[in-house]
Each structure stands twice: as C-alpha cells, then as structure tokens.
C-alpha cells in the first residue's frame, strides 16, 4: 500500500503546476520548520544575570557548584553567568553559603601579562597602585572575620620641599562574615598591615569603615573611644533583638503567627568600678593582752592616813587606818580586746543590664485574663526585675491589614496573570499545531479529488474476494449465451420468413436475406464482445482469486505484483 500511496502522490505531482509545487514545497519545510520551533520556544526558559564582572576563579567554582546542584545556567563575555529567571536570588543565596564569588581582584599579576614597552609613567603608577590594593584585599580577606574587603590607596607625589609633602591616606571597607565580630585589636591589625605596606602611611591615616557605615577605626584616641560607644550600643541592641526574638517566639506559638508585635529595649551600665569595704563585727571579740597588778602592805607605825592621791579617787581603792596592826592593799586589772573585721575588695564589670523595657502589642484579645496570662507569660520570657526599674506594656488592638491584604492580592493577581499567560501561550502553540494538520488534511484531500482517475483499484476487498464463486465455469457461461444468441438468430430469420409469405403484407424494401445477414452480423458481433467480455471477466476473476490468495500467503509477492502491473500501464 505504501508503494501505490507513492506512485498516486507522484502522479499528482507531475500533474501539478510549477507555482503550485513551489507553494506545496514551502508550506510543508514551514510546518516542519515552525512546530518544532513553537513548542521549543514554549518549553525554552527564559535567563537573567546573575552574576557578572567576575573573575575567572570565581566563575570556574561558581560553574562548578551549579553543575554540582543541577542548576541550569549561560555564560557570557567578561565573566557573566545568567541563570533562569525564577531561579536568580535562589542561586545566590546557594552561593553566598559556600562563600561565593570570594574576590574578583588583581594584584602582582597585572604586570605578569603586559609589556611595560609604550606603557606612560602615569599607566605605571596607576598599575602599581591597583596591584597594592589587590594584594592588601587578599591579605586582610584572609582573615576569620573578613568576608569581603575593599582597600582604597591615596599616594600623593613626592615634594622636593618636606613641609610641603602631603600624607598618604586610606580607607578600607571591611564585610564582617556572618556570627563573627571584629574586636579592637583586628582592627589595629589591619590599620598597622595597611600602614606597613605603603611608604609614607601612617596608622592614625587609616580609616577602617564595615559594610553598615560604623566606623570601626580611624586612628585617633577620640575615634577610638567612639568606637567604643558603637560597640556597647551594638551590644545592647543585640541583648534586645534576643529579648525581643524569645517573646515573639512565645506569643507566635500562642496566638499564632502574625498576630503580635514585639518591641524590647535594652540599658546597661558601662561604668567599671571598685569597691572596698570594711565591716565591723563588736559581738565578736577576741582577747588580746591582760595586765594584772597586785599591790599590800603592812606597817606598825602611827595611825594616819595613805599619803597620795590615790585616797582622793572616786573609788579609792581600799586603805587601812589606824593604830599599829594596820596594812594597805591595791589590786589592778587591764584586758585588751580585738574587734572583728570583714574587708572586701570588688570589681565591678561594665554592661551590667540596667534597665529593660518591653512593648507588646497584640491583635484582637478582647478577654482580660488571658491578656493577665500573656502579660505574665512575657514578663518571665524577658526576664523583667520590676525591682531594677524594667518595664512592661502588653495591649491588645486590632491591626490594620489593609497594605498586607493588598500586597497579598496584587501577588495573587500576578501568579493568575502569569498563568493566564503560560495557558495562552500553550493554546497557541495547539492552534498552530492544529492549523497546520487542518492544512496538511486539506492538501490531501484536494489531491485525491483533482486526480480522481489516478487512484485506481488495485484489487477487491478480501471479503469481497472471499464471497466471490470460485467452482463458476466462466468458459460454459459464455458457450450456453452463444447458443442462446444462435436460437434467438434462427427464431427470429423464421419470423420474417412466414411475415414476407401472408397476403396483406407490405413487404419489405429490404430482402429477407439481406436483413437476416445484417441481424446476423450484429448478433455475431454481439456474441463476439460477449465472449470477450466473458473472457476478460474470466480472466480477472482468476487473477483475483490469484491474488486474494497470494494476499493471504505472501504479501510481498502481491506487492510487487501490483508495481509490475503499474509499471506496464504506465508504459
């Protein structure tokens, strides 16, 4: 069938005009050239940059860490790399945690590839100046803290005169690695390495900035004590964004998310201070000394009196007066005791918390006790002291979710819009498709209708063929019409024989003879084609029952068969 469906589409297209083959050739090489061209400019994804300007290091593990993810990508002149679109901040979020791109800079290398031939004294300078930069990024990038760094040289001209030299200065822009902090001593490490590299820098010239605008250092007593001031607020502000995050934890868990607004602020005291006391323990005692004195004495003399002063004290001590057998007597006593002592020394150390005080503002809590037991939920998650003066404000208040509901519903109308477009952009690619089978359907139909005596039949059905008599004696059926058409001649000659013999007749101008001769010669003339007709009818329905059965045992035979049969027709 294959063979035949070729040989009719060749014939009708021999048939055809040269402008029509023409318009028939270029709508065919269109349909095959634009399906294949919509539907893969359907399914082609569209790029953006992602990065760009970097250097070859970067882009080569940048390449690498994407083929490692199976993230599609392009790559661009000057170290551009485009990824598709919706996967752009994705790709350089995976980046920024493998710590990518790490620097796109020059140093020593630059004069490694140039010739300094033709090269002016200024093009050295400048050369010379970048590749110091360069080489300074690398040096402090390779510190812990450091995630990216940018240096920033000023070399002025050498003076002949040295009051009128002007310093050199610089400036570097330091990006702290996330989790990781610069103390005082990293930042005078980097203004002395600065300082040492250049000629004529001093460290009081150098001014070391961060990625948020602090000033970390710029060499002088002052600035450093400003540096100081950033790093307590610093301080304080983390201590509050942890309060702040511990509360708002708790309150999202009970209220659900969205539903609070936590505000925390921190004081501390930064004073550093000493503290000496001593305290005094007098009902505790311990002895000392003791001193003890005795003193007696015996006399026979007159009666008088103790001569002294002892006899004029308040309590004079016991005296004897008299006649002879009297005698005198002192006894004395002296106890000395030491006081217990306590004598502490502290040191207080600064950022001690002063003060804290917390604001929450929750949405749509209209019961008091569960606003009771949010308040005391809070105040323990903050680690309020009332007795250290920290506050603590929990108010209920319905939010305004007017922009978060039109934020919400401009999103939603621009994932419907962009799906309305991936559906209209597949509906026409359909349309096309269908277009060109309508036109391709089209094309063959009007074919088979302008070359309806092309299309032949090769042979019967096989069920035809299959009902067809095959014991039929096609040469006995035409043997019996001839003797048929023999006994109708010889009816008819008597006819006109007894017609010619009856009186009234008119007779014919034509013998007898003669018409018999003339019937005679159309009746064998119609018995000819007849037999030929039968023979042919013979003959083709032993070819077909031939080929119904070769059909059934051997296609290709019959294929072939029907080429032969065409091929001599065709001739």
Do not use: C
């Amino acid at each position: 069938m294959l063979t035949t469906l070729q040989q009719q589409f060749l014939t009708y297209w021999k048939k055809q005009s040269l402008g029509r083959q023409i318009t028939l050739v270029a709508l065919t090489l269109s349909a095959l050239i634009l399906i294949p061209t919509l539907v893969s400019w359907a399914n082609m994804p569209s790029y953006s940059v992602a990065y760009s300007g970097l250097s070859e290091e970067d882009a080569a593990q940048i390449v690498q860490k994407l083929d490692e993810n199976n993230i599609a990508y392009q790559l661009k002149s000057s170290g551009t790399i485009e990824v598709q679109s919706d996967q752009v901040y994705s790709t350089r979020l995976l980046m920024a945690r493998e710590g990518l791109p790490q620097s796109s800079t020059v140093g020593y290398e630059l004069f490694s590839g140039s010739s300094m031939l033709g090269m002016t004294e200024f093009t050295q300078k400048v050369n010379y100046q970048r590749a110091v930069e360069g080489e300074l990024e690398r040096t402090i990038g390779s510190l812990e803290a450091v995630e990216a760094v940018r240096v920033h040289l000023v070399i002025p001209e050498k003076s002949l005169l040295t009051s009128q030299q002007t310093i050199a200065t610089a400036s570097v822009t330091v990006q702290v690695a996330p989790g990781e902090t610069l103390d005082d001593s990293q930042v005078r490490a980097v203004t002395h390495l600065v300082a040492s590299s250049v000629e004529g820098l001093q460290p009081e010239n150098v001014v070391v900035v961060d990625s948020e605008g602090n000033l970390l250092a710029s060499g002088s007593d002052s600035e450093m004590s400003m540096n100081l001031s950033d790093t307590q607020r610093a301080v304080e502000k983390a201590y509050a964004l942890e309060v702040q995050k511990r509360v708002q934890t708790l309150l999202d868990k009970i209220l659900g998310p969205n539903r609070s607004v936590v505000q925390a602020s921190v004081e501390m005291d930064w004073t550093q201070r000493e503290v000496t006391s001593n305290t005094y323990q007098p009902t505790e005692t311990a002895l000392r000394s003791s001193q003890i004195i005795n003193e007696s004495s015996a006399s026979g003399g007159a009666a008088g009196g103790v001569p002294g002063a002892a006899s004029n004290l308040p309590t004079p001590v016991a005296t004897t007066t008299g006649t002879e057998g009297e005698s005198y007597q002192r006894s004395e006593e002296t106890l000395n005791f030491e006081i217990s002592q306590v004598q502490s020394h502290e040191i207080i150390a600064p950022g001690q918390v002063s003060r804290i005080s917390v604001s929450v503002m929750v949405d749509g809590v209209t019961d008091t006790a569960q606003m009771d037991i949010i308040k005391s939920a809070v105040q323990v998650a903050a680690g309020i002291d009332s007795t250290r003066g920290d506050q603590i404000v929990v108010e209920s208040f319905d939010f305004d979710r007017t922009a978060l509901d039109a934020l919400s519903e401009e999103l939603a109308a621009q994932q419907q819009q962009e799906l309305y477009l991936r559906i209209a952009l597949g509906v026409a690619a359909a349309l096309v498709v269908l277009a060109v089978f309508f036109i391709i359907i089209r094309m063959i139909n009007n074919t088979r209708n302008a070359s309806k005596d092309a299309w032949k039949s090769v042979m019967l059905p096989v069920g035809q063929m299959a009902a067809l008599p095959r014991d039929t004696d096609y040469k006995l059926a035409a043997m019996k019409l001839q003797d048929d058409l023999s006994l109708a001649l010889a009816r008819l000659a008597d006819k006109d024989s007894s017609a010619g013999g009856k009186p009234g007749s008119v007779s014919s101008p034509i013998p007898a003879s003669a018409a018999a001769a003339v019937v005679t010669e159309d009746m064998m003339l119609q018995i000819r084609n007849s037999r030929e007709q039968a023979a042919k009818v013979h003959e083709d329905e032993q070819n077909a029952r031939v080929i119904s059965r070769l059909t059934e045992e051997n296609p290709a035979t019959v294929a072939e068969i029907i080429q032969i049969w065409l091929n001599e027709g065709k001739k």
